[in-house]
């Protein structure tokens, strides 16, 4: 899902100085900064990037995280990714007993992904260490789930259905 960890963000304003930066954020910082920069409540997940454009990147992770739902035969897993610049780190969980099914490790080298082998012992020390913030992510977010959100999602019914061909999903 590279496509929803790579997007350009531009911000206009009079407040915002003429800059760019290429760091990773997630798409819920986008709507903390929206509320920062209009001085209004800021009580939404995500981390306003306005302590970017003021401090030249400064008190901003460098990495960030995303997740999915498996569907259809895959819907009792959890999908868990992490992306700094130069790494994508993927791993996939069982919803239900939080158990590793499969882990991936991607190198970004001139805009191209390529993976690199998570198995042989030889992962350079950043990557290993995206790989356990992964890793103890994942499994907090597991244990924060409920019930609800644990037990398998089912067929979507014929509202979702419809929708997701109105958007040509289907």
Not at 59 to 73: R, T
Not at 104 to 125: A, C, I, M, N, W
């Amino acid at each position: 899902h590279e496509e929803l960890l790579h997007v350009p963000l531009i911000v206009q304003g009079h407040t915002v100085p003429s800059n760019t930066f290429d760091i990773p954020v997630s798409t819920l910082d986008v709507a903390a900064t929206v509320l920062d920069i209009a001085r209004a409540d800021s009580s939404v997940p995500g981390s306003s990037l306005r302590p970017v454009w003021n401090n030249n990147q400064q008190n901003h992770s460098d990495y960030v995280y995303s997740s999915a739902s498996g569907e259809k035969e895959d819907d009792h897993l959890q999908r868990f990714s992490i992306r700094s610049r130069q790494w994508r780190c993927t791993m996939v969980r069982d919803r239900e007993t939080g158990e590793v099914v499969s882990k991936e490790l991607f190198e970004y080298k001139k805009h191209r992904l390529q993976q690199v082998s998570v198995e042989d012992g030889t992962v350079p020390s950043r990557a290993q260490q995206l790989l356990e913030i992964l890793d103890e992510h994942s499994s907090a977010q597991l244990k924060g789930m409920s019930p609800v959100d644990k037990r398998k999602s089912g067929e979507p019914n014929s509202e979702i259905e419809d929708r997701l061909e109105a958007l040509g999903y289907k």
